[in-house]
């Protein structure tokens, strides 16, 4: 079965950049991997999306190695309001029945 | 704004109870998707629909069950409701089947 995984906290401080990490040992071969990230009380939302290699849009880049199996948020020099929740998501058919598995999220805490 | 909306805001009642969360999704998507998210918890997908059908189906539990209209607002239908019940639910919407999801603002259920 697939299961993601991502490191439950991480820390550091403005003006870094920032790596999170999400394992996925078995996505369906068709499906992206998703990031989001969410705020207390909100919705998540869309950070950045890929199949494989290296996506960057203007806010993060996603690293994806060949093998598929994990994937990075890199956040470039990070702010005090980037501090929030990043969460993965890739999808997984488990017989016949297709399934989004979301990772637990990490809470990612900026420091002046 | 992400352009999805969800009613009601807030919802208090109690066990035993039976409630009808609704969401309507940004114009043009077809895709619904429901999460639960209890406190401090991560998000668990429940269910998926697209263009009025069943998509993909997370752990929802056989006390819940959920529609897509031909309007393509859908109404999550929550029953027998329970203490553990108690939780946000979010309601996703997208242009396909997979992709980009905007979420709305959420359904804050009280189960007492």
């Known amino acids: 079965l697939a299961k993601t995984t991502q490191p439950i906290s991480m820390d550091s401080y403005e003006g870094q950049e920032v790596n999170i990490t999400c394992s996925h040992n078995n996505i369906a071969t068709n499906d992206y991997i998703t990031w989001y990230q969410q705020f207390p009380s909100q919705g998540p939302r869309f950070i950045i999306q890929?199949?494989?290699?290296?996506v960057t849009n203007e806010v993060a880049s996603l690293f994806i190695p060949a093998d598929r199996k994990s994937s990075t948020l890199s956040l470039p020099r990070v702010s005090l309001s980037d501090t929030a929740v990043y969460y993965c998501?890739?999808?997984?058919?488990?017989?016949?029945?297709?399934?989004?598995?979301w990772g637990a999220g990490t809470k990612l805490i900026i420091k002046p | 704004d992400s352009g999805v909306t969800q009613t009601p805001k807030h919802l208090i009642t109690a066990t035993g109870q039976r409630v009808t969360l609704r969401c309507s999704p940004r114009?043009?998507?077809?895709?619904v998707y429901w999460y639960q998210q209890s406190l401090d918890q991560g998000l668990q997908f429940l269910i998926q629909?697209?263009?009025?059908?069943?998509?993909a189906k997370g752990n929802i539990l056989e006390r819940f069950s959920a529609q897509q209209f031909p309007d393509l607002h859908s109404e999550l239908n929550l029953s027998s409701l329970e203490l553990g019940d108690s939780a946000l639910y979010f309601c996703?919407?997208?242009?396909?089947?997979?992709?980009?999801?905007?979420f709305g603002p959420g359904t804050r259920l009280t189960v007492l």
């Open positions: 629909y697209y263009n009025g059908e069943e998509r």
């Open positions: 998501l890739v999808g997984d058919i488990r017989d016949s029945n297709y399934q989004l598995i």
């Open positions: 996703a919407s997208s242009v396909r089947r997979s992709g980009e999801q905007f």
């Open positions: 890929g199949y494989k290699t290296k």
């Open positions: 114009s043009g998507d077809l895709s």
